[in-house]
Structure formats: structure tokens, C-alpha cells
């Protein structure tokens, strides 16, 4: 009895080693069909390359293959997150992307932790906010005077942080609203970008915030070449421990020009 006992706790043990977590988002191209089963092969190279760099360095961009089968792709984990975290966030990512996408050469997959892509075309460079999925905290702010104006302040202070040269696109601050309340943001370009092209992508992500953000407590905007998120509770590292999380219904709308 004890034997099998055992046995089932391994069992359990091995299929929770084996699973990988849900995405926050993923994006199959359906108007990009795979061709040629080099493509698939190649793919799956250009993965193994990915996972490995990013685990190393935070970001990795990278092609494989030869002239129309070539694939190209880059990685890249939130600025803030540990290289343990950022290293389950993309072997993830590179499991469930071609569990999603199987037929798709352009395929794209987001955590909160981390972002994925690769494509036949090149897209390095380019901002691209053709698909974006937005999560909200339903609850809305209630006895905050200029909420807006604060989060506006604070979005464009961390935004010209992640611009600037060595910050490798990321920027995030947090802001005191009220003896009990602090406003928590932060944005991330991917570290393909020059400078002015992750400002684009960024006022592009805060254009939005009137339409599936306004005065909500919480908010989140994905794009393929940026990320932004405020809160009213600590969630970049290294975490500020005053705060703690409160539970919250949250929603999400897609939008895809794509
Ligand atoms: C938040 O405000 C919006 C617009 O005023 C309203 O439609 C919505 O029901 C509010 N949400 C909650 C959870 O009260
Ligand atoms: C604040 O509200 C104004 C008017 O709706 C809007 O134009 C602006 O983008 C908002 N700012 C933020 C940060 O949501």
C-alpha cells in the first residue's frame, strides 16, 4: 500500500514537472502559413537557441536556416525578473508557442514574465503594435483626485526611463496617491528598438488607456515590441513588501489589426 502510495506522489510529482503555465496572450498568424516542413524544422532550432540565450543574457535575437526557410526570432524576459523566473518563463513559452501555433510561421506568445516571436519575415526593429491584448482590473478607482493625471506622470517618467541607453527598455517607479494608496508602474520595450521607436510603441500603449484602462485599479496593455502595467499594489521586482495583492476580477479585450 505504502509502495503504491508512493508511487501515485511521483506520478503527481512528474506530471506537475512536465506541465507548463498558460499564457497571459499568444498570436498564430493564421495568414502565415508554414510551407515547407524545413520551416517547422528550423523553427524548432531557432527555439533551442532562444531558450538557451535568454536563460543566459535576458534577451536573445537570432535567425536559422537559409534564404526562404529561414526563421527569424527574439526572446526577451521582463527587465526585473530573476534569471531562475526568466528561465521557466521562456522554456514555457518556447513548449506552448508550438503546441499553439503549429501551422504558423508567425507566431507570438506573452507572459507577464517574458515574450516570445519568430517569423520568416524580419520584424527586428520595427514596432509593432498590429496585435494587443488588454487585462483590467474591473474595480474602478474610487476617492483618488486626478488619478489620471498621476498615472499619466508616472507612465511618462518610467517611459524616458526605458528610452535611455543601458536600461535595456525597461523602466518602472512607483508613485504615493494617499497615506494608504501607491501606484505601482512599468513599462518594457523589446531591446531590439532604438530609442525613439520604443517611445512610439509606448505612447501608442497609453493612447489606448482612455478606451479599456480609464480609472481602472489596475491595467495591463501587450504589444509585440512593448508592454506597459500599473497597479495599486507592488508586482516589479525587487518587490516592495508594504503592499500586499489584492484579489481581483480582471478582464481582457484583444484587438488585432493583423
Ligand atoms: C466602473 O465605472 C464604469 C464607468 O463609469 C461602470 O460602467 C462600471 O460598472 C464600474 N465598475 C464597477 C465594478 O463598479
Ligand atoms: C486621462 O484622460 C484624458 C481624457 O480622457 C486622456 O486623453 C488621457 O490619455 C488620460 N491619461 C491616462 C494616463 O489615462
Redesign the pocket.
Known amino acids: 500500500m505504502a509502495q503504491i502510495y508512493h508511487f501515485f506522489i511521483l506520478f503527481l510529482l512528474s506530471i506537475s514537472i512536465a506541465e507548463s503555465a498558460d499564457p497571459t496572450g499568444e498570436f498564430c498568424n493564421k495568414a502565415t502559413k508554414i510551407k515547407r516542413p524545413q520551416i517547422s524544422s528550423n523553427i524548432k532550432s531557432l527555439l533551442s537557441i532562444l531558450v538557451s540565450g535568454t536563460t543566459k543574457n535576458g534577451f536573445t535575437i537570432s535567425s536559422y536556416g537559409q534564404a526562404e526557410d529561414q526563421v527569424f526570432g527574439l526572446a526577451q524576459c521582463r527587465g526585473d525578473v530573476s534569471q531562475e523566473d526568466c528561465s521557466i518563463c521562456i522554456q514555457d513559452a518556447a513548449k506552448e508557442i508550438t503546441k499553439r501555433c503549429t501551422n504558423e510561421a508567425d507566431a507570438r506568445i506573452w507572459y507577464d514574465y517574458c515574450f516570445l516571436r519568430y517569423n520568416t519575415n524580419k520584424f527586428l526593429g520595427q514596432v509593432d503594435t498590429s496585435y494587443g491584448i488588454f487585462y483590467w482590473n474591473?474595480?474602478?478607482v474610487t476617492g483618488v483626485e486626478d488619478f489620471n493625471k498621476s498615472l499619466g506622470n508616472l507612465v511618462d517618467e518610467v517611459s524616458s526611463q526605458a528610452v535611455k541607453n543601458g536600461n535595456k527598455g525597461l523602466g518602472k517607479g512607483k508613485k504615493k496617491l494617499s497615506d494608504f494608496l501607491t501606484l505601482y508602474a512599468l513599462v518594457q520595450c523589446t531591446r531590439d528598438l532604438e530609442p525613439l521607436s520604443c517611445a512610439q510603441c509606448l505612447a501608442i500603449a497609453v493612447g489606448n488607456f482612455p478606451t479599456y484602462c480609464d480609472?481602472k485599479q489596475g491595467c495591463r496593455v501587450f504589444y509585440s515590441s512593448c508592454s506597459l502595467r500599473y497597479e495599486l499594489y507592488p508586482f516589479y521586482f525587487p518587490l516592495d513588501a508594504q503592499n500586499t495583492k489584492q484579489d481581483a476580477q480582471v478582464k481582457y479585450h484583444i484587438v488585432s489589426k493583423a
Do not use: S, T
Open positions: 474591473v474595480n474602478n480609472n
